[in-house]
């Protein structure tokens, strides 16, 4: 079955930077769009970037443009966000995702806190 693990969360002062990771099992990963969404508490799930199955095309959400960098390694079924100048509203649940946009299946989700 689809099996989808992040990993890379943490805890990082405001202007800093994290790399999160997305192991992906269970199907052809290189047929599949990727995406990455998040989840704040007491909100609702939001969409944060989603990159085409090469890996030559990709979107951002407003919030995070010039940020963030979504990526992926089809040799090693890998998706990846490269995540720097946090804010303090990064802070959320980051979940991995197949498919574009919210996708259809998500991973248990890597917690990215951003404070002083």
């Known amino acids: 079955q689809v099996q989808l693990v992040e990993s890379g969360g943490g805890l990082v002062e405001p202007g800093g930077s994290l790399r999160l990771s997305c192991a992906a099992s269970?199907?052809?990963?290189?047929?599949?769009?990727m995406s990455w969404v998040r989840q704040a508490p007491g909100k609702e799930r939001e969409w944060v970037s989603s990159i085409n199955s090469v890996g030559t095309n990709w979107v951002y959400a407003d919030s995070v443009k010039g940020r963030f960098t979504i990526s992926r390694d089809n040799a090693k079924n890998t998706l990846y966000l490269q995540m720097k100048s946090l804010k303090s509203e990064d802070t959320a649940l980051y979940y991995c995702a197949r498919g574009y946009g919210r996708g259809d299946s998500w991973g248990q989700g890597t917690q990215v806190t951003v404070s002083s």
């Open positions: 269970g199907f052809t990963f290189s047929n599949y769009y």
